[in-house]
């Protein structure tokens, strides 16, 4: 039939059709959204939360090892000219 597309099926649906065949099923073909969707939501957002916190902890690491690495730069320099 032409104009009709194919259905394009994701990646993250072939695993979640090996998990449950059904649960597939029933989100693809019959349009049921599985129960718990806020409290997914909600741990996504925890997720997010922590990833910007590692993050953060990351750069501020960089920061640290960096403001050392001048102190100790300055410390050596001033006992050479001093």
């Known amino acids: ?6 259905p394009t099926i994701r990646a993250s649906e072939i695993g979640e059709y090996v998990y449950c065949a059904r649960a597939w099923w029933l ?7 599985p129960e718990g969707r ?4 909600h741990g996504t ?3 997010r939360r922590h990833n910007r916190s ?12 960096l ?3 001048l102190a ?9 000219a001093g």
């Open 1 to 6: 039939m032409p104009g009709r597309r194919t």
């Open 72 to 80: 100790l730069t300055l410390l050596v320099g001033g006992g050479v």
């Open 45 to 47: 957002a925890l997720h």
């Open 27 to 33: 989100r693809r073909v019959a349009g049921l959204e």
């Open 38 to 41: 806020e409290r997914r939501e």
């Open 54 to 65: 590692v993050v953060v902890s990351r750069l501020l690491l960089i920061v640290a090892a």
């Open 67 to 69: 403001l050392g690495a």
